[in-house]
Each structure stands twice: as C-alpha cells, then as structure tokens.
C-alpha cells in the first residue's frame, strides 16, 4: 500500500530565509508526486508535479522539488521566503491508472515571520 | 479559467440532521472525488466516481452518507443524519482522468452542533 510522510508538522521561518518541507513516500510501483497548498478556509491548489523526465520540477512562484527514487523523497524547498507563502502544504501520492487515486500526507504548516 | 464550483461554502447544523453538499467539477472531467478533510489531517478519498459510476466508496460510511452523480456531471454528497465527529471540511475535487493531477473546489465547511 502506498503512503506519505510529511516529517514536520509545522515549520516557523523568517521572510526571505529559505525552507524545505519533507515528503517521503513508499510505493512498491511507479507513482506520480505532487505538492498541494492550501490557504485558510480554501480547497487545495496543486503547487507542482512529478510525472516523469527531470526529477527536479519548479513552480512559478519559486518553489522547487526533486524526486529522490532512492530515498523515496520528494522535498520542497524554497530559496528565500515571502509572508504570503505562509499555508499549509500537503505532499500527495499517486499510482496512476484507470483509479488515480492520491494519497495525502498530513501537511506541514509554513509560517513565514517579518 | 475553469475551477471546480461547491456549495455552499459553510454549513452548520444540528446533530442527527441532514445535510447536502453539491459539486459541479470542471467541464469534461469525468472524474470526481469527494474527500473529507479533518481539522490538522490531510484530505482523505470518501467517494470517486467515473462519470456516474462509483469507481469507489471503499471508505464511505454507507450507514449515513450517500453521494450519487446521476447523469455524470455534477454531484451531490449526503449526510443523514448528522453526527459530531462529521464536523470537517468537504472537499470535491476533478480529474481529466490523466495522471492523477485533480484540481479542487473551495470545499464546504460543515459544523455539527
């Protein structure tokens, strides 16, 4: 069965210091990674996505991941932070298939601080 | 740009009452998933449908909810009745069926009282 691990449950950071937010998951198959984030009292934005090719993917807002088959990871991380990225942040699982079904960890909270 | 519409966006109720939440997903999406997601939890799959068949509800508690997608389009997810520990907020979400990538309504949060 697959499964997702957010390892920090909440992290505190200053403005414009950078972050990493970990994910590892287990899978016995091939899988698709994604980062959600999610904004008080809103639904999930997908962030970005790993589907195949170049293991390190990046958003337009600056963020960036990279898949780690060998240690199963697939952190996020953000060079310099700003008070709007403040949200939770949600690692998901997926095996692809005619279900296509996630599998979502139970986020991190990122508290950007002035 | 085309988003995943739910309503309402709040909803408080009574214990042992019954409620109703609706979901229109982006259009052409034949997929549908209704999750709920507990306060501190991540999003958890009650309910997938492929057009207006459930694909699955392996985790839907069939004693008091039902969620039905009758001509495949929009959906309808139900709770009858009411209970304390339903207090969550409810999530649809749509997929073109590729990749798993889904793209996710505001939600609905509901308060049982």
């Known amino acids: 069965a697959q499964s997702v691990t957010q390892l920090d449950s909440q992290v505190p950071v200053f403005e414009e210091a950078p972050v990493e937010l970990r994910c590892n998951y287990s899978?016995?198959?091939?899988?698709?990674l994604f980062w959600y984030v999610q904004y008080p009292n809103q639904g999930l934005q997908l962030l970005l996505k790993y589907l195949s090719g170049s293991t390190l993917v990046e958003s337009i807002n600056g963020f960036e991941a990279e898949f780690n088959k060998s240690q199963t990871s697939f952190h996020l991380r953000k060079p310099s932070v700003h008070i709007s990225d403040t949200a939770e942040y949600f690692c998901?699982?997926?095996?692809?298939?005619?279900?296509?079904?996630?599998?979502f960890g139970k986020g991190t909270k990122l508290s950007v601080k002035p | 740009e085309a988003e995943v519409a739910q309503s309402p966006r709040y909803k408080i109720t009574e214990k042992s009452q019954a409620v109703a939440f609706w979901c229109d997903p982006i259009s052409g999406h034949a997929t549908l998933y209704w999750y709920r997601q507990i306060l501190g939890q991540g999003p958890e799959l009650l309910v997938q449908?492929?057009?207006?068949?459930?694909?699955?509800d392996s985790q839907l508690p069939k004693d008091r909810f039902s969620a039905e997608r009758l001509k495949g389009v929009d959906s309808t997810l139900k709770i009858q009745p009411a209970e304390l520990g339903d207090s969550a907020m409810y999530l649809c979400?749509?997929?073109?069926?590729?990749?798993?990538?889904?793209?996710f309504g505001p939600g609905t949060r509901l308060t049982v009282l």
């Open positions: 998901a699982v997926g095996k692809g298939g005619s279900q296509g079904n996630l599998i």
């Open positions: 449908f492929q057009d207006e068949s459930v694909v699955d």
């Open positions: 899978s016995s198959v091939s899988v698709y």
């Open positions: 979400a749509s997929s073109s069926g590729r990749l798993n990538e889904q793209f």
